[in-house]
């Protein structure tokens, strides 16, 4: 399951628990706003988990990026540096998104 799927899982999660809370608040049933708040906080849960997992993939292909860069910098192929760059730029921008 990718990250963008698991973080919708948890969006549902979270509103589904959100609904139910509010419907056991206006029955006046306090067992269900409790088990739809914690419904609610597994769902917020799953999010930060799945943009956490983002963001280290993001800094992993950052580091990459860089690393291929200064590689095609010393061996002198400009082709590199700039898929290097690339690279880079897009793991800072993952993270970035994640946050």
Known sequence: M????????GKVEELAGKAKASVGKAI?????QV??????LKGK???????????????????AG???????AIIDNEQMQAEG??????????QRVNK
């Open 66 to 72: 860089r690393l291929k860069k200064r590689v095609g």
């Open 28 to 32: 006046g049933n306090e067992q269900m």
């Open 45 to 63: 849960a799953e999010q930060e988990v799945a943009k956490a997992s983002e963001r280290v993939q993001g800094k992993v292909e950052e580091v």
């Open 85 to 94: 760059k690339l690279k880079e730029l897009k793991g800072a921008a993952r």
């Open 2 to 9: 990718s990250n963008a799927t698991k973080r919708a899982k």
């Open 35 to 40: 088990e739809g708040k914690a419904k609610q």
